[in-house]
C-alpha cells in the first residue's frame, strides 16, 4: 500500500509545552484514520505539522510523498483542511468564500463557477448563496467550510473535529460525507474525542495522550491487546432464578461477573466455555432469548489506555 | 510569485474591508475634512480685504515658494494660497498614511481577531504571497484614495482662489510631486507600520489606533513647513520622498520576515 502519510518522530513544542511528542505513524493511500486524544493531546498540532504550517522541532514527514517543510505549498495544493474552529469570512457571501477559495487553491479559471456552484449544490447552501455568511446557522457554515476544504478536489484531508458541537442531524450528514469521501478514494485523518463516531468510521486509529502516540491499529486490536476477552450476555426471559445463575457459574472456565435482573454477564475462558454455560443456563430451567459476546467499545479501549502508564 | 493568488488575498480583504463601517466611515471623514472642508473652511475667511502689502510673520520664510506670478497679490490673497497650496498641502499626506493603515490593520489584525487566519494558512499560498497580497490590499486603495483625493483638494482649491488670484494655478509642481511622489511612499509606510503593529495588538481598534500616531509625523513635517525649517520645495520633496522609499524597502523586508506561517500559527 501507498502511503499518504508518514510521520517519523515528529516534535513540536511552545514554550515549555511538548505538543507532540516523537510522533511516528503512517496512514495508507484511501485509509479512514482515526486521531483520538482528549484536549490538549495534540492533534491539532500534529496536523499543522503535517500541512505544513508549523515546523517540527524534530523529526519529520512525508506527506503524499512530499516533505511539508520543503513542499509546503505543493502538500496545501493537495490537502483539504477543515479546521477545529472552521472560520469562514463572515461578511462575503457563500459563493464569493468558495470563489476565493477556488483561486487561492489554483482551480483553473474556466472551472471556477461551476465546481463553486455544484459544491454549493451538494453542500445545499445554494438558496443562500449570495447572503453574507453572518447570518448562517452553525451548521450552514460547517456545511460550508467543508465545502471550501473541497474545493480544489484533494487526495487527503484533514477533518479537526468535525462534528463538535453540531446536531445529531448534521453530525450524521458529516458521518456519511466521510462514507462518501472514503468511496471516492480520498485519504482522511479525522481528529476527534467522539469515540463512537471513530469506531464507526475509522480503518484505523491512534490514540494521542501528552503529545505521545500511545496506541496504533484498528479498533479491535486495540481492545484485544488492552481488555480481556469481551463478556458473553446471556439475556433472560424473566428473571434470573438463583439456581440457574449457580449452574452458569459452576461450569469449568465461567465465572459470573454481573448478575442484573433478567442479564448474567459471564467471563468465558473461550468459546466452548461459553456455549457450556449457555447449555447449563438452559438445562437449569432459565429460558434463555439470546446470548452472545459484546465487543468493547472505544471508550472502554480509550479509558483503559490512559490507565497504562505512557 | 503567483500573482492570481495574491490578487485574490487583496481582493477579498478589501471586500471584507468595505463591510467594515468604522473603517470605511473613518476613510470617507477623513477624506471629506482634508479635501472640501479644510479649504473651504480657509478660502472663506476674510483674507481678501486687509492691506495690499506688510509682514506675514512666520509665513514670511514660505514667500519664495510662492510663483513670481502671484508674488504681486495683495496680502490677504496671498496667505490663502499660502495656506491652501503650500502650508496645509503636507496635510494632505495623512489620507494615503491613513487609508493604508486603517486597510492594514483591517487585513492584518482582522483576519486574526475573527479566527479566519489559520484557514487562509492552510492554503498553498507561500508566506510570502500571503504577505504581498495583504501589502496590495492596504497600498492599493491608498494610493487611489490620495490621488482622488488630491484631484479633489485642486478642484475646490482652485474653485476658491481663482476669484482672487485671476488665474487656476493649483496644482503646483511641488503639489504635484507631494501627492504623485511623495504620496504612495507614505502609503506604503502606513502599510508596513500598519504590519509591525499587527504583531502586537489583537484588534482592529488598538492596531487602528497605534497607527493613527503616525499622522504626528505628517503634523510634524506641516509645522517644519509653517516654520521655515524645512522648506518643501521641488528638490527637498523629491529627496524627501526617496529617503521615504528606502525606509520603506526596509520596513516592507521587516515584515516579510515576521510574516511567517510557523510564526503566524505559534501565535495564533
Ligand atoms: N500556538 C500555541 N501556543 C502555545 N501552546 C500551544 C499552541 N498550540 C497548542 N499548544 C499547546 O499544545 C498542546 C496540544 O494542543 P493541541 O494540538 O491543540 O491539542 P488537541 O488538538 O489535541 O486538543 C496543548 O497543551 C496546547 O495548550
Ligand atoms: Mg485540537
Known sequence: MTMAIAADGLIRSFGTVRAVDGVSFEVGEGEVFGLLGPNGAGKTTLIRLLAGVLTPDAGSARVLGLDPTIDGSAVRSRCGVLTETPAVYERLTARQNLSFAADVFGVP?????????????????????????????????????????????????????????????ASRQVHD???????????????????VEAEALCDRVGVLAKGKLIALGTVRELSDRLLAASPVVLSFLGPVADAVAAAVGAVPGVAVTEREERRLLLAAADDGAAADAIGAAVRAGGRVVSAGRREHTLEEVYFALQEVPA | ?????????????????????????????????????????????????????????????????LPSGLQGLPLGSRMVVLMLGYFLAPLFLIIPLMVAAIVGAESFVGEKERHTLEGLLYTPATDLELYAGKVLAGAVPAVIAAFLNFAIYAVVVDLITAPIVGSVWFPTISALALAVWVGPAVALLGVSASVLVSTRVETFLEANQLTGLLSLVIVAL??????????????????????????????????????????LMARA
Not at chain 1, 451538494?122 to 453574507?132: G, H, N, T, V, Y
Not at chain 1, 466521510?178 to 469515540?195: A, I, K, M, S
Not at chain 2, 487583496?10 to 472642508?37: H, M
Open chain 1, 109 to 169: 479559471v474556466p472551472d471556477v463557477g461551476a465546481r463553486v456552484g455544484d459544491l454549493l449544490a451538494r453542500f445545499s447552501l445554494q438558496d443562500r448563496a449570495d447572503e453574507p455568511v453572518a447570518g448562517f446557522s452553525k451548521g450552514m457554515k460547517q456545511r460550508l467550510a467543508l465545502a471550501r476544504a473541497l474545493i480544489h478536489d484533494p487526495e487527503l484531508l484533514f477533518l479537526d473535529e468535525p462534528t463538535a458541537g453540531l446536531d445529531p442531524v
Open chain 2, 222 to 263: 506641516m509645522v517644519g513647513q509653517g516654520s521655515g525649517l524645512l522648506l518643501l520645495s521641488l528638490p527637498v520633496l523629491l529627496f524627501f520622498g526617496l529617503v521615504l522609499y528606502g525606509v520603506d524597502v526596509v520596513l516592507i523586508r521587516l515584515g516579510a520576515a515576521i510574516f511567517s506561517r510557523d510564526r
Open chain 2, 1 to 65: 510569485m503567483n500573482w492570481r493568488t495574491v490578487r485574490a488575498i487583496a481582493t477579498k480583504d478589501l471586500l471584507e474591508v468595505r463591510k467594515n463601517r468604522i473603517a470605511i466611515w473613518s476613510i470617507l471623514g477623513l477624506s471629506f475634512f482634508l479635501s472640501i472642508g479644510m479649504p473651504l473652511l480657509i478660502g472663506l475667511l476674510p483674507f481678501g480685504s486687509g492691506p495690499s502689502s506688510g509682514d506675514l510673520g512666520p509665513f514670511e520664510a514660505l514667500m519664495h515658494l
Open chain 1, 177 to 195: 460525507l466521510v462514507g462518501t469521501l472514503r468511496d471516492e478514494g480520498r485519504t482522511v485523518v479525522l481528529c476527534t474525542h467522539h469515540l
